[in-house]
Structure formats: C-alpha cells, structure tokens
C-alpha cells in the first residue's frame, strides 16, 4: 500500500541557511500535519492543512512557513536556520478534519543544522 | 491543557518477559486514546487505539484499556519478542485540541534474546 513520502530524508544545512522539506501524502488524504521530534523528545505538532487551508497552527517557529499545494503535497520552508532546529520532522496525513481520523506518518526528514 | 505522561525507559527486557509500560493522561472532555510505535529510522505507526471508557484496544499481542477513573492508558503485552524493540509513544486526542495528536515522552523498550 502507497505510504506517506517524505523528501529528502536527510539533510546538512549551516546556520542561517534555508531547507524545504516535502510531504506527499497518501492517495486520495487530503490533510496534511507536520511535527517536530528533537532528539529524545515527544514529536511536536507544528501545522496542518485541509484542502489546502491551513487548519490549525501549533507550536511553529514565525521563521517557518508551510503551504499545501492542489495536488495535496505539502512544503515546509525553513529559513535562518539555527541549531536547534537540528531534529526529525515528520509528516502525517488522514483524511478529513476536524473529527479524529487516523494520521499516517511518513519516515521523517532528519535535518542537522551545523 | 492536554497532557500525556507516561513512564521513562529504557524499559530493558528478556524475550518472553511481561510487559507494562504506564501512560496517564490529562484531558478536557473525552479524548480518544492512542498507542503509537517507532522502529529505529521510522516514523511512527499507530499500535492501537480506544475511542471510549472501557474500550480495550489490541494488536499484535499488545493490549491498553482506557481508564476513565484513573485516567490511564496502560500498555501490556504477555510476552515480548526482540522484535518489539523500538520507542513506544502513548497519546490522545480531544475536540479541545481540534484531534491533533499530544503525545507522551516515549519509552524505549529493549529486549533481549
């Protein structure tokens, strides 16, 4: 079965460079979620997207930004980079929203800031 | 707020050992609870889950009761295999936090032949 793609799965940057990490989500979801795993932590819900709306909004830094596309893939750009944005992000997808439906989560994109 | 706290590993395990890994929760109204599970390298997948009080969720021989009166979620398995290995995430989610997912610390569990 087709799963959650995530690109690139890793990634170098130096500080106050930019990244774009992608997400596609499984056929036919049209929601998107990104988290953030720092090492040893719980992953932190950063945004969502609904047809191509964001939907909600959590704990992502305003030097981050996001947007779902018509195909439903999903970007996350990351601009002044700073060490501790060194983590794993994953992306989720389900269909529909607000009512629970199970997210299914892609491997994540390790980023390492040096 | 929403909340998960469940307890800290390693949690370190021979093969066939009984396993209890405690999550208790924090949440307005009636969340839905979840047990999700990361291999090394992966992302996350969803173990079980349980919608109501009562509710029991199962797979692959591992099992969680939702709790209402103490607000727990216990994770248990009869007997553990080396492939179990891997970081365990307790989690919930609630109308009050629009059904985003709040996840618990993680607990890694090691087995050992």
């Known amino acids: 079965a087709a799963g959650v793609i995530q690109s690139p799965r890793h990634l170098i940057k130096e500080k106050r460079e930019t990244a774009t990490l992608k997400c596609y989500p499984i056929p036919r979801h049209d929601t998107v979620y990104w988290y953030q795993q720092g090492p040893g932590q719980d992953p932190q819900f950063l945004i969502s997207f609904y047809e191509k709306m964001q939907s909600d909004k959590g704990s992502i830094p305003d030097r981050f930004s996001a947007q779902q596309f018509s195909d439903y893939h999903s970007e996350l750009n990351m601009s002044s980079l700073e060490l501790g944005d060194s983590a794993l992000y994953f992306c989720?997808?389900?269909?529909?929203?607000?009512?629970?439906?199970?997210?299914?989560f892609g491997p994540g994109t390790r980023l390492t800031v040096l | 707020g929403d909340s998960v706290t469940q307890m800290e590993g390693p949690v370190t395990l021979s093969e066939e050992a009984f396993l209890t890994i405690n999550c208790t929760y924090t949440?307005?109204?009636?969340?839905?609870l979840f047990w999700y599970v990361q291999y090394p390298g992966e992302g996350l997948q969803l173990l079980l889950k349980a919608t109501k009080a009562d509710d029991k969720g199962s797979n692959k021989g591992f099992e969680a009761t939702y709790r209402k009166e103490t607000t727990s979620f216990h994770l248990e398995k009869g007997s553990v295999q080396v492939s179990d290995s891997a970081v365990y995430f307790c989690?919930?989610?609630?109308?009050?936090?629009?059904?985003?997912?709040?996840f618990g610390r993680g607990t890694s569990l090691i087995v050992h032949p």
């Open positions: 989690a919930l989610a609630s109308s009050g936090g629009s059904y985003i997912p709040t």
């Open positions: 989720a997808s389900s269909i529909g929203t607000p009512s629970y439906n199970e997210q299914f």
């Open positions: 949440a307005t109204g009636y969340p839905s």
